[in-house]
């Protein structure tokens, strides 16, 4: 079960798409309808890894992993993200938690 919010990373680029919980996943514009590298994931607030890869009637369905990422680790991903979106102070960027860090990145692209 998916530990909401969470963050879609697309492999070879730091943009992160922020999902704030599987109402916003669902959304008819929402990430589940979009066509996934075989390398890009989606990442909850528990660090855990889900592959998207699997889709049923066009809809993307994360499959979970065994593979987890650590807050030093989301942390990286976020502060790439933020620079690559022109955030200033990105070195200064903290979180407590892995749920902390893709909050981060909500606030990064309002």
């Given at each position: 079960?998916?530990?909401?919010?969470?963050?879609?990373?697309?492999?070879?680029?730091?943009?992160?798409?922020?999902?704030?919980?599987?109402?916003?996943?669902?959304?008819?514009?929402?990430?589940?309808?979009?066509?996934?590298?075989?390398?890009?994931?989606?990442?909850?607030?528990?660090?855990?890894?889900?592959?998207?890869?699997?889709?049923?009637?066009?809809?993307?369905?994360?499959?979970?992993?065994?593979?987890?990422?650590?807050?030093?680790?989301?942390?990286?991903?976020?502060?790439?993200?933020?620079?690559?979106?022109?955030?200033c102070?990105?070195?200064?960027?903290?979180?407590a938690?892995?749920?902390?860090?893709?909050?981060?990145?909500?606030?990064?692209?309002?």
């Amino acid at each position: 079960m998916i530990s909401w919010p969470g963050v879609v990373s697309m492999a070879g680029d730091a943009e992160l798409i922020y999902v704030a919980d599987q109402r916003d996943w669902d959304a008819d514009d929402g990430p589940c309808h979009s066509v996934y590298a075989e390398d890009d994931y989606l990442l909850d607030a528990s660090g855990q890894v889900y592959r998207l890869v699997k889709t049923v009637a066009g809809r993307t369905i994360p499959e979970a992993t065994t593979a987890t990422r650590t807050l030093i680790e989301v942390l990286g991903l976020v502060k790439a993200h933020a620079a690559q979106s022109g955030s200033c102070c990105v070195a200064k960027l903290y979180a407590a938690s892995i749920r902390q860090a893709i909050e981060l990145v909500k606030s990064v692209d309002e």
